[in-house]
């Protein structure tokens, strides 16, 4: 073997010798500024926590039954088309951003089908509807414009939809 070859693996196993010696840890608190205290982290939990159960409005027992009802309706219905009342984009997931290819205009089909881990309607945010908001809903379904293959999430207040 060459000279140059006994060199060039030396070094190789040189360098990985080193490298496995070392763990490397990046920690995102670390790299966004100065690490708090374990107090100062139990103290702003605490805070998020009052703030969220103080943000979240409850939901009566009516409420609740009549978002029940829905869900069991929507299910019981897989498989037909809604008709939108008003625009929308398409989303992902109720609590997400925009899906794209997912917009519907007003009088287009969105067929009811199961999301992706098979829920067809679910509680989540409150919507209005942008023409009148007095009609709002918490209720989201998934739904296929068009009868595509792809479908993503909408609130049930933007179609056309009367509970059987």
């Not at 070094?11 to 205290?37: E, H, N, Q, W, Y």
Request: charge should be negative; proline fraction near 4%; glycine fraction near 8%.
């Amino acid at each position: 073997m060459p000279r140059s070859a006994h060199l060039l693996i030396g070094c190789l196993l040189a360098l990985l010798l080193a490298g496995c010696g070392f763990k490397v840890f990046i920690s995102d608190t670390r790299m966004s500024g100065a690490v708090p205290s374990a107090a100062e982290v139990a103290a702003a939990e605490a805070t998020a926590a009052v703030e969220l159960v103080n943000a979240t409005p409850t939901a009566s027992a009516a409420e609740t039954d009549e978002i029940d009802q829905i869900i069991d309706d929507l299910t019981a219905r897989v498989g037909e088309d809604l008709i939108a009342t008003e625009a929308f984009s398409g989303k992902e997931t109720p609590n997400a951003g925009p899906l794209r290819g997912m917009r519907v205009e007003a009088s287009d089909h969105v067929r009811i089908s199961a999301g992706r881990s098979q829920e067809v309607a679910v509680e989540a945010s409150e919507y209005c509807r942008k023409d009148d908001k007095s009609v709002c809903s918490r209720v989201w379904l998934h739904g296929r414009p068009n009868s595509g293959s792809m479908g993503a999430w909408y609130p049930v207040v933007i179609f056309d939809y009367q509970a059987k």
